[in-house]
């Protein structure tokens, strides 16, 4: 019995018949071959899957466009990444010793796609039934906790600029740093007359939500 096995199977609910693929989903592309990007394909339309049945289940009477905006706020990055620190993932990850050293192992950005990767892989092993049972666990009460559909970041701070008569947040980037696997972006959102604030993330679209987060928070 591995140690690996174990954890999976008190993390995962599932018990593995073949280590192979949960490996796989838990390598870095900078550690080398058979890494978790095919896998993270697949698991982000498991996850998709799992979470949409469930809402259709918990609000049966709401209409497609809230539907939407729930699912879309509980596969964000920033979830996934909650739910990979919530069991205990960043320890078990195999990353090569730049993507260390450039501290990938804490980027959201990886450890939302490793979760999803897990799916994947438990998917593929188990089934959906398997997929979607971890899914309800490790996203918890998060469906029932969101007494009303929540908007993005960069949404949110869109309307706010078109309730208040101002012109759209404005988002450059002012710094890209670091090797492709663990490239760190810089953003700055402005919004004329109100002032600007900054996000980082492995990713634009990361750095923009980020820094959409931030402006949102100084917001009167």
């Known amino acids: 019995m591995s140690d690996l096995s174990d954890w999976l199977e008190d993390k995962l609910g599932h018990r593995p018949r073949g280590l192979a693929p949960f490996e796989a989903a838990l390598t870095h592309a900078s550690f080398g071959e058979g890494n978790y990007e095919r896998l993270e394909f697949l698991g982000d339309r498991v996850l998709g899957l799992a979470v949409a049945h469930w809402l259709i289940?918990?609000?049966?009477n709401e209409p497609e466009g809230n539907l939407s905006q729930r699912l879309n706020a509980l596969v964000t990055r920033e979830v996934c990444a909650e739910i990979a620190r919530e069991l205990e993932l960043t320890p078990r990850l195999r990353l090569g010793r730049q993507a260390i050293d450039d501290g990938v192992f804490d980027s959201d950005n990886v450890l939302g796609d490793v979760v999803e990767a897990l799916i994947g892989a438990l998917y593929l092993e188990a089934g959906f039934e398997a997929a979607s049972k971890f899914v309800r666990a490790a996203w918890a009460d998060r469906v029932d906790r969101?007494?009303?559909?929540?908007?993005?970041?960069?949404?949110?701070?869109?309307?706010?600029?078109?309730?208040?008569?101002?012109?759209?947040?404005?988002y450059e980037v002012v710094e890209a740093r670091g090797p492709d696997h663990a490239r760190r972006f810089t953003v700055t959102v402005t919004i004329k007359g109100v002032g600007e604030a900054t996000g980082t993330g492995l990713s634009k679209q990361e750095a923009e939500t980020?820094?959409?987060?931030?402006?949102?928070?100084d917001l009167p």
Not at 57 to 60: A, L, R, S
Not at 146 to 170: C, D, G, I, Y
Not at 210 to 217: F, V
């Open 57 to 60: 289940e918990t609000y049966p």
């Open 146 to 170: 969101l007494a009303a559909p929540p908007k993005h970041p960069k949404a949110a701070l869109q309307e706010w600029t078109a309730a208040q008569r101002r012109r759209a947040p404005h």
């Open 210 to 217: 980020e820094a959409a987060r931030a402006m949102l928070k």
